[in-house]
């Protein structure tokens, strides 16, 4: 795979104006192109050129479409796919009958929301009541047992029907039992001296009367469940009344949306249409072909290589690798990349599965991540439209990939589930935290392997900053920035005297006059960079504020002072912040050994299973989550900040089926 970003040209075309339709629609159906606006490539000629007035609202379209799409998520029906959408049997789109249509879908779902309402708002009442009931809160509600002088139970419950009640007449009973909330009492009471109640005196029917008033409370409940679900059910079934014109009129709007997308990067003369954009250099033959066909070969077309224009001015495309989508997920939640630069999806690939399978180091608890995974993306493939989706299946992939890691690691340090089921590759981790590791191994031989991984993170990432800066030929910050030449070899010289210095037992550092030397020119040249670079920005012909020698050298020296401070603290802060992998990792052993232990003091047997289990499951969660964050963040703030700039703008080119981001989706 390529590395580095695609490489991108730029287009300007003309077409006559009887064959832009053609042409809109065959950009959108080969979705490769990248607009920009013409007038930013002649500014001054942007007086002379028009866009063409759209016949709707940019708006309209897009806000008709969702609408509709609300309407297959109340029916739950997803969104049709992408490939439905066909732009040569697209016709004409009247915007007042799709309107209609949906006003009037929407209507008649409106009716039965109300009925949906009412039914809401009751069983809200009756829930209240019989939660009190069942929790014995009697001091909450008020139960009145008695007759009435005129009326009946018809009118009793017409007068209440905008209170929480229950109005039941018990088989055998002459007198009714009415259930009602005591903060209800003021309005209640009025209402039903009305009807010339008749309170019955005896105290004790009253607790007869409560499991009656529960059972007549749990049917009014399931009942109005049931009713509920059958006006969802109504819901579905008027949607699904229109759903082949609904589905008709979706994509309509979704082609009519992006072909105004493309309109809006139209520019027009009298007679001639021109549009710019930029495209993958693979794409271009295609592009130009489909171009010249769709305008029967009238046109102009101009090729513009990325060289020629600001690096800051080209979109960033990467070349889309399957296997590495769920890294790139991670690259792109970051930032972008310039363009011309290294891509770092295979690098974070690499240095995130090592990290987090140094951390989480267990063949067991790694099998039961990578049967999520699996699990998980064996459900997202049956169900592609489910939405929304808590988990996409980019996620799943990295849990297979992370389960693995963890599988390997479990295998080269023996561990299974927290115990060492078979003898360990390289040698016991476990052991070494705990302290019977017999081959002469403990925790700072952890230590010291994520120190090493660490220095192995850093100088890579300073390497491909170095590749970087080559490639745009910055050859002042190749050499004297912080990331580059004079900050590489002043940490690898910083490595190398700090592990002398250990090898000494912590007494000196390495005699002789390599030391100083190694150091000290560096930073000698180090103070020549501010002068150096006002130099260099008055030889590009910029502006640059006229300076004594007094305030040049007192700039120089605090740039300098600032300049090795961040060398020097933040080298040594990069490289033992890696301890952090060997720290989770003894934590993880830890947490093991004390589940282990705890295991023991319950007996063994069951109820030492049952210990286990629940302590497996709580590491792989608990623990699992913060060494992918861990590693997230090493990635971000330790690797990323030696050679990432993140100062690319996105390639989004307009097109019938969406791109996975900046990738380039390889069409057949």
Same mark, same amino acid.
């Given at each position: 795979?390529?590395?580095?970003?695609?490489?991108?040209?730029?287009? +300007?075309?003309?077409?006559?104006?009887?064959?832009?339709?053609?042409?809109?629609?065959?950009?959108?159906?080969?979705?490769?192109?990248?607009?920009?606006?013409?007038?930013?490539?002649?500014?001054?000629?942007?007086?002379?050129?028009?866009?063409?007035?759209?016949?709707?609202?940019?708006?309209?379209?897009?806000?008709?479409?969702?609408?509709?799409?609300?309407?297959?998520?109340?029916?739950?029906?997803?969104?049709?796919?992408?490939?439905?959408?066909?732009?040569?049997?697209?016709?004409?789109?009247?915007?007042?009958?799709?309107?209609?249509?949906?006003?009037?879908?929407?209507?008649?779902?409106? +009716?039965?929301?109300?009925?949906?309402?009412?039914?809401?708002?009751?069983?809200?009442?009756?829930?209240?009541?019989?939660?009190?009931?069942?929790?014995?809160?009697?001091?909450?509600?008020?139960?009145?047992?008695?007759?009435?002088?005129?009326?009946?139970?018809? #009118?009793?419950?017409?007068? #209440?029907?905008?209170?929480?009640?229950?109005?039941?007449?018990?088989?055998?009973?002459? *007198?009714?039992?009415?259930?009602?909330?005591?903060?209800?009492?003021?309005?209640?009471?009025?209402?039903?001296?009305?009807?010339?109640?008749?309170?019955?005196?005896?105290?004790?029917?009253?607790?007869?009367?409560?499991?009656?008033?529960?059972?007549?409370?749990?049917?009014?409940?399931?009942?109005?469940?049931?009713?509920?679900?059958?006006?969802?059910?109504?819901?579905?079934?008027?949607?699904?009344?229109?759903?082949?014109?609904?589905?008709?009129?979706?994509?309509?709007?979704?082609?009519?949306?992006?072909?105004?997308?493309?309109?809006?990067?139209?520019?027009?003369?009298?007679?001639?249409?021109?549009?710019?954009?930029?495209?993958?250099?693979?794409?271009?033959?295609?592009?130009?072909?489909?171009?010249?066909?769709?305008?029967?070969?009238?046109?102009?077309?101009?090729?513009?290589?990325?060289?020629?224009?600001?690096?800051?001015?080209?979109?960033?495309?990467?070349?889309?690798?399957?296997?590495?989508?769920?890294?790139?997920?991670?690259?792109?939640?970051?930032?972008?990349?310039?363009?011309?630069?290294?891509?770092?999806?295979?690098?974070?690939?690499?240095?995130?599965?090592?990290?987090?399978?140094?951390?989480?180091?267990?063949?067991?608890?790694?099998?039961?991540?990578?049967?999520?995974?699996?699990?998980?993306?064996?459900?997202?493939?049956?169900?592609?439209?489910?939405?929304?989706?808590?988990?996409?299946?980019?996620?799943?992939?990295?849990?297979?990939?992370?389960?693995?890691?963890?599988?390997?690691?479990?295998?080269?340090?023996?561990?299974?589930?927290?115990?060492?089921?078979?003898?360990? #590759?390289?040698?016991?981790?476990?052991?070494?935290?705990?302290?019977?590791?017999?081959?002469?191994? *403990?925790?700072?031989?952890?230590?010291?392997? $994520?120190?090493?991984?660490?220095?192995?993170?850093?100088?890579?990432?300073?390497?491909?900053? /170095?590749?970087?800066?080559?490639?745009?030929?910055?050859?002042?910050?190749?050499?004297?920035?912080?990331?580059?030449?004079?900050?590489?070899?002043?940490?690898?010289?910083?490595? /190398?005297?700090?592990?002398?210095?250990?090898?000494?037992?912590?007494?000196?550092?390495?005699?002789?006059?390599?030391?100083?030397?190694?150091?000290?020119?560096?930073?000698?040249?180090?103070?020549?960079?501010?002068?150096?670079?006002?130099?260099?920005?008055?030889?590009?012909?910029?502006?640059?504020?006229?300076?004594?020698?007094?305030?040049?050298?007192?700039?120089? #020296?605090?740039?300098?002072?600032?300049?090795?401070?961040?060398?020097?603290?933040?080298?040594?802060?990069?490289?033992?912040?890696?301890?952090?992998?060997?720290?989770?990792?003894?934590?993880?052993?830890?947490?093991? +050994?004390?589940?282990?232990?705890?295991?023991?003091?319950?007996?063994?047997?069951?109820?030492?299973?049952?210990?286990?289990?629940?302590?497996?499951?709580?590491?792989?969660?608990?623990?699992?989550?913060?060494?992918?964050?861990?590693?997230?963040?090493?990635?971000?703030?330790?690797?990323? $900040?030696?050679?990432?700039?993140?100062?690319?703008?996105?390639?989004?080119?307009?097109?019938?089926?969406?791109?996975?981001?900046?990738?380039?989706?390889?069409?057949?």
């Amino acid at each position: 795979m390529n590395v580095f970003t695609v490489p991108m040209k730029l287009l +300007t075309a003309v077409v006559l104006d009887e064959a832009t339709d053609t042409v809109k629609k065959e950009l959108l159906r080969l979705g490769v192109l990248d607009f920009i606006q013409v007038s930013r490539l002649a500014p001054e000629q942007a007086a002379r050129l028009s866009v063409q007035k759209q016949q709707e609202e940019p708006g309209t379209y897009s806000n008709l479409r969702s609408r509709v799409e609300t309407l297959f998520i109340q029916a739950g029906r997803p969104t049709p796919s992408s490939e439905k959408l066909n732009p040569d049997t697209m016709k004409p789109l009247e915007v007042g009958k799709a309107k209609a249509l949906v006003d009037k879908v929407v209507g008649d779902l409106s +009716t039965i929301r109300e009925q949906q309402k009412q039914l809401s708002q009751s069983r809200i009442r009756v829930d209240e009541l019989l939660r009190y009931i069942t929790e014995e809160k009697l001091q909450y509600l008020d139960i009145r047992i008695g007759q009435v002088g005129k009326g009946n139970d018809a #009118l009793i419950r017409s007068r #209440l029907a905008n209170q929480a009640f229950v109005l039941i007449q018990p088989e055998n009973w002459k *007198d009714f039992v009415l259930l009602t909330l005591k903060r209800d009492r003021q309005q209640v009471s009025p209402l039903v001296e009305t009807l010339q109640w008749m309170e019955n005196p005896d105290g004790g029917l009253q607790h007869m009367a409560i499991p009656l008033l529960r059972s007549e409370l749990e049917q009014q409940m399931e009942n109005l469940g049931k009713a509920n679900a059958e006006i969802k059910e109504r819901i579905t079934l008027r949607i699904k009344e229109d759903m082949e014109s609904l589905e008709t009129l979706w994509c309509d709007l979704r082609l009519h949306e992006l072909l105004g997308e493309i309109a809006l990067n139209f520019s027009h003369t009298r007679n001639t249409t021109i549009f710019s954009g930029w495209v993958p250099q693979s794409e271009s033959s295609a592009l130009e072909s489909v171009i010249r066909a769709a305008a029967n070969g009238a046109c102009v077309i101009e090729w513009t290589d990325a060289k020629y224009l600001p690096r800051e001015e080209v979109p960033v495309a990467v070349e889309d690798v399957p296997l590495l989508r769920p890294f790139q997920k991670l690259v792109d939640n970051y930032s972008v990349p310039e363009y011309g630069t290294i891509n770092p999806t295979p690098f974070v690939a690499i240095s995130y599965l090592v990290m987090f399978a140094l951390m989480f180091a267990d063949a067991g608890q790694g099998l039961v991540i990578l049967l999520l995974g699996l699990l998980g993306l064996r459900n997202s493939k049956r169900n592609p439209q489910l939405k929304p989706k808590m988990i996409s299946a980019d996620m799943y992939r990295l849990f297979m990939y992370l389960g693995t890691a963890s599988i390997v690691s479990g295998v080269i340090f023996g561990s299974y589930f927290g115990f060492a089921l078979f003898p360990p #590759l390289w040698f016991d981790y476990h052991a070494a935290v705990v302290g019977h590791e017999s081959t002469g191994r *403990d925790v700072y031989s952890i230590l010291t392997i $994520t120190i090493w991984f660490g220095i192995v993170v850093i100088g890579l990432g300073l390497a491909l900053n /170095w590749i970087n800066l080559i490639r745009k030929k910055d050859w002042f910050h190749l050499l004297l920035d912080k990331n580059g030449l004079v900050g590489g070899w002043l940490f690898g010289c910083g490595i /190398w005297a700090a592990f002398a210095f250990v090898g000494s037992g912590y007494k000196q550092l390495p005699q002789g006059l390599f030391l100083p030397i190694a150091f000290g020119f560096p930073l000698v040249f180090l103070f020549a960079k501010v002068p150096l670079h006002r130099h260099m920005e008055r030889r590009q012909g910029k502006e640059v504020e006229p300076k004594g020698i007094g305030p040049l050298v007192m700039d120089a #020296l605090l740039e300098w002072i600032v300049d090795v401070l961040e060398i020097f603290s933040g080298f040594l802060a990069n490289t033992l912040s890696f301890m952090r992998v060997a720290g989770l990792g003894i934590a993880h052993v830890s947490l093991m +050994t004390a589940f282990a232990q705890m295991a023991d003091l319950a007996g063994g047997g069951v109820a030492g299973i049952i210990v286990l289990l629940l302590g497996n499951a709580m590491v792989i969660a608990l623990e699992g989550l913060s060494a992918g964050i861990q590693a997230l963040r090493l990635n971000y703030y330790e690797f990323f $900040t030696k050679y990432f700039t993140g100062r690319g703008l996105s390639y989004n080119p307009i097109a019938l089926h969406p791109h996975a981001g900046r990738q380039i989706i390889s069409r057949p």
